[in-house]
């Protein structure tokens, strides 16, 4: 289990990589519509139609396509089953954003049919 202040110096970080990745962060989380269907860390909007669907999680291990899938697989079936939801006019994006032990952030793109690597920060 990850610790207040971790999982707040977390957020946090997560809050500055979606504002770098154009988004703007929806505070409270509670209020986006997403939250209905699945609890989540971060939503961020970028324009009136891309919604971004953020968890955090923390590894133990080294990270590969794999290990996460095995670390998340909760999470995972949560986002496939937001994702066969029809949302109306609004496209959504769902990820996991993994901690590594080496303080990285890796950044996961959910699909109905895979996961990919979308982007990895050093920290």
């Avoid at 999982?7 to 946090?12: E, L, M, V």
């Avoid at 919604?51 to 291990?61: D, E, P, S």
């Avoid at 496209?91 to 950044?107: D, K, Q």
Wanted: charged share 20%; with cysteine; aromatic share 10%.
């Amino acid at each position: 289990m990850m610790a207040q202040s971790a999982r707040s110096a977390s957020r946090q970080r997560g809050l500055e990589l979606l504002v770098s990745r154009g988004y703007e962060p929806v505070l409270p989380v509670g209020s986006s519509f997403l939250a209905e269907y699945i609890p989540l860390h971060l939503v961020g909007l970028r324009g009136d139609y891309e919604i971004l669907g953020v968890k955090l999680r923390t590894a133990t291990g080294a990270l590969n396509i794999p290990y996460v899938e095995s670390l998340c697989r909760f999470e995972i079936c949560q986002f496939r089953s937001l994702l066969t939801r029809y949302p109306g006019n609004i496209f959504i994006r769902c990820e996991l954003w993994v901690s590594s032990p080496n303080g990285s952030l890796h950044c996961y793109e959910i699909l109905p049919d895979e996961i990919r690597e979308v982007a990895a920060y050093a920290h």
